[in-house]
């Protein structure tokens, strides 16, 4: 940067030294590297290259006697050249200014970036530049043909700069050397102009642009600036508006959307100009964003998102909205107050959150909307729907599709407690006098590949209510059974489940287009906005977005959300030492395994899956050696200590389900109950339907101590409340 020549008088034990604050070339034009980033310019004028001449190079010393001979200096060239001292009687009777500590803020291009940096300008008007806190305490210059001293005051000028820099955290944020702040993004620079600005305001700093104004800060735009008009056009909300920057230029809402995109607080307008958005806008911004759908070029939102929109409404300064957005708005005002009276033919005993449950169902069923239940496994998720389809079983017939595992106990459930309802399992009469003679009250119970190969019957049948059980079955939009669900016709949906996504955001996707189509966008769109901000870039913003549009159609309770109102889970881990033989037993399985693998063919992807199998026999080996060796003797020290409990369990008058990932192992079980005379049930994944569901009836009427069930075959759609001791073998 170019920089004004100085010269400098300082006082020492035997007189004084007046030298020029840089050495000059022989041709007066002279480049200084200063730091690995700063260059110096100096170009003395004709008289301060003279001067340097007459000094011999640029250095004199005069003894304390020759203070007057000074004096003489001092006033001769003054004019010519700014005088940096700390002797403050040198010039006799001249013009004397206190300093001006103010900082000023030069900010400069910087390559692709921009430099600032602070200096404080001690004639206010007139140069030199000095860094604050540094340098001379006296400077002399030539102010309208006059002497003139400035006595600087370095406490005050560093005591600003500091000011400065704990205003504007990101100065902070970088390296700086001699107050000197490099920024090779134009938006860090802009980011600083902001923090700054109130300072500027205020009359605390100085802006200086040494090479123009390249980069501009017009102001900032709030909320208050923020205008939107809403109208109503096929079945969606068209959304128009956009920001007043000045009396002559508006940015529409659509370009400011676009812009808000490249999370920049900061919008540019032309040639450097930038206008920053509050926080609070950028935020508002981006969340309407989200709600926001491209249809037919113009921008709308789903009749659905009515409420969320509703509240990103607030602070807007003007918000100008027809008549059919103001219906919604009514409508969805008076759904907070609406209660359902509890259905009359139902004689279940519903705890305070299933009722509450119960009134949420039935206030998505008056709206006209989806809605999914998607409690922990173990709530009560069948009985609250039993309540809503018992409410409504004079609108009509109402359809539950379950996995083929569940869809008796659904049966038997609705006979318990919802005797005004006529549950009827497709399938086991004629099906197609079954659909013909459907009416209201009925409840067709169907599993997912029946409705799979039914599809274009039920199809034609507009039901009051669907309920979609352990609806993760149709979490694949590309398989013939999601697809024959979203052809399903009902004046109400409901899905229930305990895990909405398994694997990854699509299938939340996929569940919504059936419960509320269009709500989401395109699957594409969908990925684009959502998808993949949350699951690859982790976007906390877009993922709090989503929570906000769906919470309307969702209602999630966990078990420790309703505690209270649960008896209380104890889980106990019993470890089991295995006997000496049995250490032995598996020691040699374990070395084996390591044989085998080592000398196994290919790298480690082509090993893996043995390992894996290695890996599970040793598994079965801890379980019982059986399970690895049908022909052992060694007995099974994990086997015995569940004999124990269960002989304490069935003496104290407790019911226990013993559950096991290996058939095999349940075998042994099963053998070992047997030897010992105890009651029992049965049931994994080749026990036929009607013997698993006799099995699951005769347990919870009091007719076995014990229930075996594999893993894979329990693990979710049974209703098993007759025990109170669960042991996982």
């Not at 560093?158 to 134009?186: D, G, M, Y």
């Not at 379980?623 to 060796?629: A, D, E, Y």
Request: hydrophobic share 40%; net charge negative.
């Amino acid at each position: 940067m170019k920089e004004e020549l100085q010269l400098r008088i300082d006082e020492t034990g035997e007189g004084y030294v007046i030298h020029f604050s840089h050495p000059l070339e022989n041709d007066g034009l002279t480049i200084i590297r200063e730091t690995p980033t700063r260059y110096l310019l100096l170009q003395p004028t004709p008289a301060q290259q003279r001067i340097f001449q007459l000094m011999s190079g640029g250095q004199i010393s005069l003894p304390k006697e020759a203070k007057s001979q000074l004096l003489k200096i001092v006033r001769h060239i003054s004019p010519m050249v700014v005088i940096h001292t700390d002797v403050d009687d040198i010039a006799g009777k001249v013009e004397t200014i206190e300093g001006n500590a103010t900082p000023h803020i030069h900010l400069l291009p910087a390559g692709d970036g921009f430099k600032l940096e602070i200096f404080v300008k001690p004639f206010t008007e007139e140069p030199p530049y000095a860094k604050p806190g540094k340098g001379h305490t006296v400077l002399f210059t030539k102010i309208n043909g006059l002497t003139t001293k400035a006595i600087r005051n370095l406490e005050a000028e560093e005591e600003n700069a500091r000011q400065v820099e704990e205003a504007c955290p990101t100065l902070s944020e970088f390296p700086s050397e001699n107050r000197e702040w490099i920024f090779e993004q134009p938006e860090l620079a802009l980011q600083a102009l902001l923090e700054l600005e109130p300072l500027h305001k205020e009359g605390k700093i100085v802006m200086e642009y040494p090479k123009g104004q390249q980069l501009q800060l017009k102001g900032q735009l709030d909320m208050s600036r923020l205008r939107l008009g809403i109208q109503s056009r096929n079945n969606w909300f068209e959304v128009e508006g956009g920001v007043q920057l000045d009396e002559n230029e508006v940015l529409d809402l659509k370009n400011l959307l676009a812009l808000s995109r490249q999370n920049s607080r900061f919008v540019k307008l032309n040639d450097g100009q930038f206008v920053a958005l509050t926080a609070q806008l950028q935020q508002k911004l981006q969340d309407l964003d989200a709600l926001l759908s491209d249809m037919d070029n113009a921008l709308a939102i789903h009749p659905l998102a009515v409420g969320v929109f509703d509240d990103f409404a607030e602070g807007l300064s003007e918000l100008k909205a027809d008549a059919a957005w103001k219906e919604q708005l009514q409508k969805l005002h008076e759904l907070e107050n609406f209660r359902a009276e509890p259905p009359e033919n139902f004689t279940a005993e519903l705890r305070q959150y299933q009722q509450e449950g119960y009134q949420w169902l039935m206030r998505l069923a008056h709206w006209g909307v989806g809605a999914c239940l998607a409690d922990d496994m173990g709530l009560g998720k069948t009985v609250q729907t039993l309540a809503v389809l018992s409410k409504r079983a004079e609108s009509g017939p109402a359809l539950v599709v379950a996995p083929a595992s569940v869809v008796r106990n659904w049966y038997h459930e609705a006979r318990r407690f919802a005797p005004g309802l006529e549950p009827i399992i497709f399938g086991e009469n004629d099906r197609t006098e079954t659909l013909r003679e459907l009416k209201a009250g009925d409840l067709l119970l169907c599993s997912y590949g029946l409705m799979q190969q039914e599809q274009e019957r039920l199809t034609k049948i507009e039901f009051s209510t669907i309920v979609l059980d352990e609806a993760q079955a149709i979490k694949n939009r590309a398989t013939k059974r999601s697809k024959a669900a979203m052809q399903l016709k009902a004046g109400f949906r409901i899905i229930t489940t305990g895990t909405p996504i398994e694997n990854h955001l699509g299938e939340l996707w996929n569940l919504f287009r059936f419960l509320n189509p269009g709500l989401l966008g395109s699957l594409e769109v969908f990925t684009e906005k959502y998808a993949l901000p949350i699951e690859r870039d982790n976007d906390h913003a877009r993922r709090e977005q989503l929570r906000r549009l769906l919470r309307p159609f969702i209602l999630r309770r966990k078990k420790d959300d309703v505690l209270k109102e649960l008896p209380p889970k104890t889980e106990v881990t019993l470890e089991v030492e295995l006997s000496p033989e049995e250490r032995v037993f598996y020691e040699a399985l374990r070395r084996q395994a390591l044989e085998n693998i080592h000398s196994s063919e290919g790298g480690f992807n082509q090993k893996r899956f043995q390992i894996l199998a290695e890996l599970m026999r040793l598994r079965q080996a801890a379980c019982h050696p059986r399970l690895v060796k049908a022909d052992s003797k060694l007995q099974s020290s994990k086997l015995q200590l569940f004999g124990e409990i269960v002989e304490e369990l069935i003496g104290e008058g407790h019911k226990a389900l013993v559950f096991s990932q290996f058939v095999s192992h349940l075998h042994i079980i099963e053998n070992w109950v047997k030897s010992r005379g105890i009651k029992y049930q049965y049931l994994d994944g080749s026990t036929p339907l009607p013997q698993r569901d006799r099995a699951i009836r005769e347990f919870q009427s009091g007719e076995g101590d014990l229930f075996l069930i594999s893993l894979r075959a329990g693990g979710f759609g049974l209703n098993l409340t007759a025990a109170d001791y669960v042991i996982h073998m």
